[in-house]
């Protein structure tokens, strides 16, 4: 069964540091570029970061250039996103990405599988 679990998210201040991950199975994984979204009540989905089938490259959203990074280990078919420095703005439900069709999905309408979400808080 194909399916992208993510976790890690919770409440924390702001200035924190949070860690998700992304454990994907059912699929080729290592064949996937894959990103994080975000999702802020009341607001569009937005691309975070993006990450290429090796992890050589990465793209990032402007907001989150320099307090955010994203990792992955194909041997555990996992991706991480490390938060640093975060910010109430930051709030949102975050949503792990796969896309066989670009190698840095940076859009929604290239994912083609999407995690459940993992909701993070940042409190002022």
């Known amino acids: 069964q194909l399916q992208l679990v993510d976790s890690g998210g919770g409440l924390m201040q702001a200035g924190g540091s949070l860690r998700l991950s992304c454990v994907g199975s059912?699929?080729?994984?290592?064949?996937?570029?894959m990103g994080w979204f975000r999702q802020a009540s009341g607001k569009e989905r937005e691309f975070v970061v993006a990450?290429?089938?090796?992890?050589?490259?990465?793209d990032y959203a402007d907001s989150v250039k320099g307090r955010f990074t994203m990792s992955r280990e194909n041997e555990k078919n996992t991706v991480y996103l490390q938060m640093n420095s975060l910010k109430p703005e930051d709030t949102a439900v975050y949503y792990c990405?796969?896309?066989?069709?670009?190698?840095?999905?940076?859009?929604?309408?290239?994912?083609?599988?999407w995690g459940k979400g993992t909701l993070v808080t940042v409190s002022s």
């Open positions: 990405a796969a896309s066989s069709i670009t190698d840095l999905p940076r859009s929604f309408y290239a994912v083609n599988y």
């Open positions: 059912g699929f080729m994984f290592s064949r996937y570029g």
């Open positions: 990450i290429n089938i090796s992890g050589g490259r990465t």
